[in-house]
């Protein structure tokens, strides 16, 4: 694997905890390369690892099965190995006709851990001190524009397309509609007139913003950035209520059925239709991504497409809606993870860092690009916030050892 | 010796307790049948296991076996044991490969009988159209590779790759129990 070329440049010899306390997260690195992984092994199957040397192999262990990479063509050595493996002990039964409980030697994880390997930032109560050992390269940060913390902001557009700027620090009151630059919070009851002509108003939420609306009846949104909802003014008692989610991504916590006279309320977005039933859901159908995420976190809600019927979701339920492929698929998630960045954190369960930038990009407003195109796919666990500077975080990961340096011209992030 | 017999031939040799025979079959799938358990759970010892269940649960029955089709019947095999791994065990979304796995809590509380859900599927699957049917089949029940099926079928890749879709999207779309959309997903979503 294209890894193994990388590791192999690294020049510290020593592994390494480095502890960082960004303003309430604690983050512990544990960062170890493959010959001393390698070294390790070996120790331990000489019976010579000390405690810590011991515990430091299992989180090792534990990071890297937490990958994808049981299949690769890499790993038919390993399936060749089982294979004879099951065979002997095949021989052995049927021919002795005696049973005995199998041994799995400690050896077979070597193969099979030095094939990847994967970095573990854990934010745990419990850390170690130790020295950090000295990074060779510095990055370089040019700016004449800082690179800003995302912060709560967006255009309102009304039903006859004016367009107002919502900033924190300046206020807005109009007949219905109430900001104080940071949220904005409808009011009013809902039409009484089932004729009555629906107006419809528009968030759109930019890169380096983030926003809340309070719906007219009572439904709570949260929009990350480089989003757009449209929804109505006010809604018609008694007729199922409807919001588009145009693009990005919102937080909904739904105003029950119950108090609006049975109406159900219903999300909108690329390629899908999100009936729900008083709860609470994270909808994730960015612009430049071809899958859109929809996380249930309470109550319950039936996700539909042109191809397909509802498919019902259940707590902790998230289901990938994959237009090209038209396919609908169900699975558990980690529910705080996915909903993390309401909360002002970003969580990223093994995820390449290529992806990982493109969310950075959104809420700091930069442009990424990869000098060094093998760091796009390396991938990381974390949870780190969101309210700190970028110039933090980068450093953050070029303390790990898995990119050279980093470049800020500008707005532009650059990871070499 | 034995590479050039067809499965039948085989099946007749191991029929008479030729161990060559049956390490020749047993090469022809082990290896195969081993990376579908790893596809979906990603204990390698317990899968080793379940792959060895199969073989020495075949030997011991080789005098009375009547199979027409020997991959299909060792694949059903090892699914049957993934499947029984799953309803006898605790397991969490860590031990499984894939996270196409609908409410992993509900294994061995709820009583799953296999041979119940798999008809319940089957019944399903005979809804398709003719030629998704037989597509979907050849793929997950004789687990055939879309490069296979197409040449025997004559069709392109991309086709085969469609139906195949087709078909799984039509059959979760039929399945309303927990259950079935669970065991489906675990045993014939898993292709890559």
Redesign the interface.
């Known amino acids: 694997m294209l890894f193994i070329k990388k590791i192999s440049n690294l020049t510290c010899t020593n592994v390494f905890f480095s502890v960082h306390i960004i303003n309430q997260s604690i983050l512990i690195f544990i960062s170890m390369n493959l010959k001393q992984a390698k070294e390790l092994f070996d120790k331990y199957i000489n019976n010579q690892c000390s405690p810590e040397e011991l515990e430091l192999l299992e989180t090792f262990l534990d990071s890297y099965q937490d990958g994808n990479a049981v299949l690769s063509d890499n790993n038919l050595q390993d399936v060749k190995e089982s294979q004879d493996r099951i065979w002997k002990d095949i021989l052995t039964q049927i021919e002795d006709k005696t049973s005995y409980r199998k041994t799995y030697p400690f050896k077979s994880y070597l193969a099979y851990a030095i094939a990847a390997s994967v970095v573990v930032f854990l934010a745990i109560g419990v850390f170690n001190q130790f020295d950090k050992v000295e990074t060779e390269t510095q990055s370089k940060i040019v700016s004449e524009e800082s690179i800003k913390i995302g912060t709560d902001k967006a255009i309102l557009t009304l039903e006859d397309g004016t367009s107002i700027a919502l900033e924190k620090g300046k206020n807005y009151d109009d007949d219905n509609i109430r900001s104080d630059g940071e949220r904005v919070i409808y009011q009013g009851d809902e039409q009484e007139n089932v004729e009555s002509k629906i107006t419809y108003n528009y968030l759109t939420i930019p890169r380096g913003g983030q926003f809340f609306v309070k719906l007219s009846d009572g439904t709570q949104v949260w929009l990350n950035s480089e989003t757009q909802l449209k929804y109505p003014v006010s809604f018609i008692k008694g007729q199922p209520r409807n919001v588009e989610l145009v693009y990005g991504e919102a937080y909904f916590d739904v105003s029950p059925s119950k108090l609006h006279n049975g109406a159900t309320f219903s999300v909108t977005s690329k390629g899908q239709h999100v009936e729900v039933l008083g709860t609470e859901f994270n909808v994730k159908a960015y612009q430049d991504e071809d899958l859109t995420y929809t996380t249930l976190v309470e109550g319950m809600v039936m996700v539909a497409t042109e191809n397909q019927e509802g498919l019902k979701l259940k707590p902790g339920q998230q289901v990938v809606l994959n237009e090209m492929e038209n396919t609908l698929v169900v699975s558990s998630v980690d529910v705080y993870g996915e909903t993390s960045w309401r909360n002002g954190m970003f969580s990223f369960k093994n995820l390449a860092l290529k992806d990982i930038m493109t969310v950075l990009s959104r809420w700091y407003d930069v442009e990424v690009a990869f000098k060094d195109k093998e760091a796009e796919n390396i991938k990381f666990n974390g949870v780190l916030s969101k309210h700190q500077d970028l110039e933090k975080i980068l450093t953050t990961i070029q303390n790990t050892g898995f990119i050279n340096q980093f470049e800020i011209e500008n707005k532009k992030v650059t990871i070499e | 010796m034995f590479t050039s017999y067809t499965n039948h031939a085989l099946l007749k040799r191991i029929a008479v307790d030729d ?1 060559k025979a ?2 020749e079959l ?2 022809r799938y ?2 195969k049948m ?2 579908y358990a ?2 979906i759970l ?1 204990k ?2 317990v ?3 379940l ?2 269940n199969v ?2 649960d075949f ?1 011991s029955k080789r005098k009375t076996n009547s199979i027409e089709n020997v991959e299909a019947y060792l694949f059903r095999a090892v699914k049957f044991q993934v499947f029984n791994y799953f309803r006898d065990h605790k397991f969490s ?2 031990d499984l ?1 894939r ?6 809590s509900m294994n061995a509380a709820k009583k799953m009988e296999y041979d119940e859900l798999e008809s319940t599927i089957q019944d399903v699957v005979n809804q398709l159209p003719p030629r998704c049917k037989e597509i979907f089949e050849l793929s997950r029940y004789d687990h055939k590779s879309n490069k296979e099926i197409a040449e025997t079928l004559n069709v392109s890749i991309q086709a085969v790759k469609n139906q195949i ?1 087709k078909a ?2 039509t059959i ?2 039929n399945l309303h129990r927990e259950e079935l ?1 669970f065991f489906f ?1 675990v045993f014939f ?1 898993n292709h ?1």
Request: charged content about 25%.
């Open positions: 161990i049956f390490e047993y090469q082990a290896g081993l990376v790893l596809n990603k390698r010892d899968c080793e296991d792959v060895q073989f020495i030997w979304n860590e490969t996270l196409n796995i609908v409410d992993v879709s799984l999207i979760r779309a959309l997903i979503e890559f």
